[in-house]
């Protein structure tokens, strides 16, 4: 490989986690958001 | 509604996250024009040797998040205060997505500068075991179940694992390796051993970084509290029912 595609490699794999782990954090937020907002519907009609 | 459910069903979107996004995202930019068209080609690496605007903006953000635990952890133990524990298991978290930036992009550079992945080298080798310890952290976050207890195991791994930073910060002092001595915080000064435009591309990579770091830390921050609020709910539901 050639210097500029180890400069590539290295560049891309910095951005390919961040924005991986970006994504990951985006879809356990929406999916704790539905399960939240599920219970709390389960307990609003008491409280 | 009631004044929690409306500030967590509130809490959802980037919104919340203000001003740091944009800065953050700009901060991005000007650090990418500098790390390829400011700082100077090097003269024997040539353009891999760039990689580093990347790999130590990472290290030290690392460094951060993990001093970050650490803090979070003591203060934890004395305290007792959750707010405290959330706030380590977020940063453990942010810093160990850091740590494997280090550790996939220090190799990659290595090939080309040393002609090799990986070699048993004292600084990659700390590095690599700081990894570990911080691995095994998130595991026993997410495996361990509720409760004090798990939050107290963690804060003292946390403080372990932080004791390794300043191993891996001096092996490359206390033994020979492969890995090069610093040239970013040379005793004495800052930037010693490095021209000054390669410094300046250094330090705007870095203020990046951190920037990213705090955007990470507060989504990771807000999910840690989502969670725990949905354990409580639960359980809250299963006493009702």
């Given at each position: ?12 794999a910095?951005w390919?986690?961040?924005?991986g782990?970006?994504w990951y ?22 409280a | ?21 944009p800065?953050?995202f ?8 500098a790390a390829f ?5 090097e003269r ?10 990347m ?38 978290e942010?810093g160990?997505?850091f ?25 990659l080798t700390?590095?690599?075991?700081l ?19 798990v ?8 403080i ?11 092996s490359?002092q ?9 040239k ?28 990213l ?29």
């Amino acid at each position: 490989m050639s210097n500029l595609g180890f400069l590539f490699a290295g560049f891309a794999a910095a951005w390919a986690i961040t924005f991986g782990y970006l994504w990951y954090l985006a879809r356990r937020t929406k999916d704790l958001q539905r399960r939240l907002d599920n219970i709390e519907d389960h307990i609003e009609p008491d409280a | 509604m009631s004044a929690d459910q409306a500030d967590t069903r509130s809490s959802g979107g980037i919104d919340s996250l203000g001003t740091l996004v944009p800065i953050g995202f700009l901060a991005a930019l000007i650090a990418l024009w500098a790390a390829f068209l400011y700082a100077p080609t090097e003269r024997i690496e040539g353009n891999v040797q760039r990689i580093l605007y990347m790999h130590v903006p990472a290290a030290m953000t690392m460094y951060v998040a993990y001093s970050l635990v650490f803090l979070a952890s003591v203060m934890y133990l004395t305290r007792r205060d959750s707010r405290w524990d959330e706030l380590a298991a977020a940063s453990a978290e942010v810093g160990t997505v850091f740590a494997t930036t280090v550790l996939i992009t220090g190799p990659i550079w290595a090939k080309k500068a040393w002609g090799t992945y990986w070699v048993w080298d004292a600084r990659l080798t700390t590095t690599l075991l700081l990894w570990l310890i911080f691995c095994a952290y998130l595991m026993l976050r997410t495996y361990g179940g509720a409760g004090e207890h798990v939050a107290r195991y963690c804060a003292v791994v946390g403080i372990i694992g932080f004791a390794d930073l300043p191993i891996i910060h001096y092996s490359v002092q206390w033994w020979r390796t492969l890995h090069p001595e610093p040239k970013v915080m040379t005793q004495g000064s800052m930037g010693g051993g490095m021209e000054t435009s390669m410094f300046l591309a250094l330090a705007l990579g870095t203020v990046a970084a951190l920037m990213l770091f705090a955007v990470l830390l507060r989504l990771r921050l807000r999910l840690e509290r989502m969670e725990r609020r949905l354990e409580v709910a639960g359980q809250l539901l299963r006493s009702e029912g």
